[in-house]
């Protein structure tokens, strides 16, 4: 799997490698993203296979801007308004499809929405910009496994089964976007990230939040998701003999997320921590108890789904 730097010429061949219908991976400011052409059937069928996905779980769309994903899904005022103030940023919105939307049936999973998101990596921009298309993008590992925050993270998940990785470093936020349902009587939350509840809230003039449906809606809902190929134990405040621990704050180990206790940093740097501990020499993996305020949310939603065997 070749990893080149993303310069101009590398974007330029990710451009065309995805016209021509194949997946490559790209960064985004969340995690890298196995991308390909959201209209055609073959090149989605790519992502499905690559992964190992399950076939009922939807994919999230990559679009260059409003007006690009107003072509593919309705957008009422409130996902104007959304849009308008996180985009683009590490929020998806869940919409209802048009019904005239060039997209493979596998995207949307047979549902009639379709996950929208407009990313702010400056190398996903230009991407989108260079094909021209519309980019389904799920993370870019086997599927349930740890999400990759690094280049080296999809050649070590995904090896030569992709093209092209382009390189934009690490990721900033460390996590999947936050997923939001727009619905006529309010709104749910699918799936925690970046983004907090309270900053969407009142960003959507305080309407109501319903709660999660129990179907697969959006990406990131399967109860084991995340996971490291070693058992997973939360909330520690010391390692067992076989266990590599991920401290937090005051809680060290061999490893931390933040030694200040700082949530963002402890985001952005998550799924490196938990491919460190993965690779270990230890049977079993620790994490140190996380605050469940703002991003920490996000943090323990996938501690706890990466936790379930």
Known sequence: MPIEPANDASIARAADLLRAGQAVALPTETVYGLAADAARDDAVAQIYRIKGRPSFNPLIVHIRDMEHGERLAHFDDRARELAQ?????????????????PLAGAVTAGLPTIALRCPAHPVMQAVLQACGLALAAPSANRSGAISPSLAGHVAASLGDRVQLVLDGGPTQQGVESTIVKLEKDGWRLLRPGPLSVEELIAASGGGPIKAAGQGIEAPGQLASHYAPSKPLRLNALRAEPDEWLIGFGVIGGDDTLSPAGDLAEAAAGLYAALHRADASDFSRIAVARVPHDGIGAAINDRLNRASVR
């Open 85 to 101: 103030r996180f985009w683009p940023g590490p929020l998806t919105l869940v919409l209802p499809k048009r019904a005239e939307a």
